[in-house]
């Protein structure tokens, strides 16, 4: 009897188990559950919505071996120790294992700053351990400063979300010129807005130099006393990244080509946070970011390829053309941004609170539904998304 290939995916988040429905679905199409495993490894046995935890209910993670298993894919708890291409091997605290097609999709970390007392005092919220242990600091804190540090996506939909939900004075500081920069003009003034009525401080060209258990020193000489300092400055890939490619980008992820192969190495797709894809094959390149939307269609088309190259099938070239934000804001409300210059999807119909109802759709989309086997397998299929934003649209609202 002929030993069957192997297919291992790296990673159980939003990359890795689409990668898993997907490589099992083709599987089940190309007539190769004979001649085919699936094992998908990670050291955690929860899958994790990552974008929803700024939220102060923290009652969405899952369990990933029962999704696995009606899907027919072994799961392996372990940790990853290494990726060896040249060999095909990977190493594992437990076992180390081989494959003949491999999916890495371990994510993104938390980029750690050079400062004073962070790790001692700094939280985050970058696992769903991290973001626990902070909201069980907030639950003994009296009335005080809780200060964020970062004004990007994160920073904004956490400080946001605390001014709603608490009566401290929130605080965030960014070392940028303007809070929320890298999300579009369009968005600057609505974002103001939100602040202001959520009457969160701000500090801009801000850097904090030192972090002790009650108080902050920053960088305009200024000391700010507080009983919580959240840091959401940013995350860049997973350290096996360097395991694959000395050639990475600033956020230490890893280009691939057109099928999210890594080159020089067929064998081998990246999907999610330690990929650099580009999402526009057409014209000018347009990489993905390190979001769930692209992570996910990332995986789905890396479980197809995957099992396609074993079968001696024609890959699937991966295209993302349509580049949705929804930024929460609190009980402000939210603001929906599309294409990469995030122009605003705000009009009559589509104010800010009828936004939020979309972004709370989107967040409940997030988790995986327990379905049945035809259900999970039938959606777990890669397609090039247009440009026609009111149909995605629809989608959103109809999650």
């Avoid at 699936?38 to 994790?48: G, P």
């Avoid at 626990?132 to 639950?139: F, N, P």
């Avoid at 920073?155 to 946001?160: D, K, R, S, V």
Wanted: contains cysteine.
């Amino acid at each position: 009897m002929q030993e069957k290939k192997e297919v291992l995916i790296l990673g159980g988040g939003f990359a890795g188990l689409n990668a898993a429905m997907s490589a099992a679905r083709y599987r089940d199409d190309f007539n190769a559950v004979n001649r085919i495993n699936i094992k998908l490894i990670s050291n955690f046995n929860f899958f994790t919505p990552k974008p929803r935890l700024y939220e102060s209910n923290l009652t969405f993670t899952q369990p990933i071996e029962p999704i696995l298993k009606k899907i027919g894919v072994d799961f392996i708890c372990s940790e990853i120790k290494n990726i060896d291409i040249n060999n095909k091997f990977i190493y594992t605290n437990e076992k180390n294992y081989n494959y003949n097609s491999l999916i890495v999709a371990l994510g993104s970390k938390l980029k750690v700053p050079n400062i004073d007392g962070f790790d001692e005092f700094c939280f985050n919220i970058d696992t769903f351990q991290s973001a626990s242990k902070m909201q069980e600091h907030l639950a003994h804190q009296s009335l005080g400063n809780i200060l964020v540090i970062g004004a990007g996506f994160t920073g904004i939909e956490l400080a946001t979300e605390l001014a709603s939900l608490r009566k401290d004075q929130i605080i965030l500081i960014d070392s940028s010129n303007k809070i929320g920069k890298n999300l579009g003009e369009y968005s600057t003034s609505i974002i103001q807005n939100a602040i202001s009525s959520l009457n969160i401080k701000t500090y801009i060209n801000t850097r904090v130099l030192k972090i002790r258990k009650n108080y902050v020193y920053l960088s305009n000489d200024l000391k700010l006393d507080c009983h919580t300092v959240i840091w959401t400055g940013g995350v860049e890939s997973n350290h096996l990244s360097a395991s694959l490619s000395e050639k990475r980008d600033e956020f230490q992820r890893v280009l691939v080509n057109k099928y999210l192969q890594l080159p020089d190495h067929n064998s081998v797709f990246i999907a999610g946070d330690m990929c650099k894809a580009n999402t526009n094959l057409e014209g000018n390149p347009q990489f993905a970011t390190m979001s769930c939307q692209h992570g996910i269609i990332q995986g789905l088309f890396a479980g197809f390829n995957s099992i396609a190259l074993l079968e001696k099938n024609e890959l699937l070239v991966y295209q993302h053309k349509p580049y949705i934000t929804c930024l929460d804001l609190g009980k402000y409300g939210a603001l929906l941004t599309k294409m990469w210059d995030r122009k605003l999807f705000y009009n009559e119909s589509y104010d800010l609170i009828a936004i939020k109802k979309i972004k709370k759709n989107i967040n409940s989309s997030l988790s995986i539904p327990d379905f049945t086997k035809e259900d999970i397998l039938r959606d777990a299929m890669p397609i090039e998304l247009t440009t026609d934003y009111s149909d995605y649209l629809k989608i959103c609202q109809n999650l």
